[in-house]
Nanobody
């Protein structure tokens, strides 16, 4: 099993920045893809960004391209999500998850999830 713990959420004004972290523990040798998703009240969980654990290949949702950057630190088993130019529509609970070896934006194909961290962007 893999355990994930997100941190770094908070309240920020429009145009501000936050950096989320996701620390993995347990069977980290089995990691292929790490992804960030978000879920706003009354909405489904939606894909934000993903990164391949070995090659570092990244993929982003169109809504965050050019504003968010996903990165990883293999030595620390940690994935980051740098969020710049935040907008009120970015408000959601952000989750990290472990995904399959191929890139996918489907939350149902991710196996392990963290508890989530709240991001609130005020207008």
């Amino acid at each position: 099993q893999v355990q994930l713990a997100e941190s770094g959420g908070g309240l920020v004004q429009t145009g501000g920045s936050l950096r989320l972290s996701c620390a993995a523990s347990g069977r980290t040798s089995s990691l292929y893809t790490m992804g960030w998703f978000r879920q706003a009240p009354g909405k489904e969980r939606e894909f934000v960004a993903s990164i391949g654990w070995s090659l570092g290949t990244t993929y982003y949702a169109d809504s965050v391209k050019g504003r968010f950057t996903i990165s990883r630190d293999n030595a620390r088993n940690t994935v980051y999500l740098q969020m710049n130019s935040l907008k009120p529509e970015d408000t959601a609970v952000y989750y990290c998850g472990t995904g399959p070896s191929r890139i996918t934006t489907k939350a149902g194909l991710y196996t392990y999830w963290g508890q989530g961290t709240q991001v609130t962007v005020s207008s």
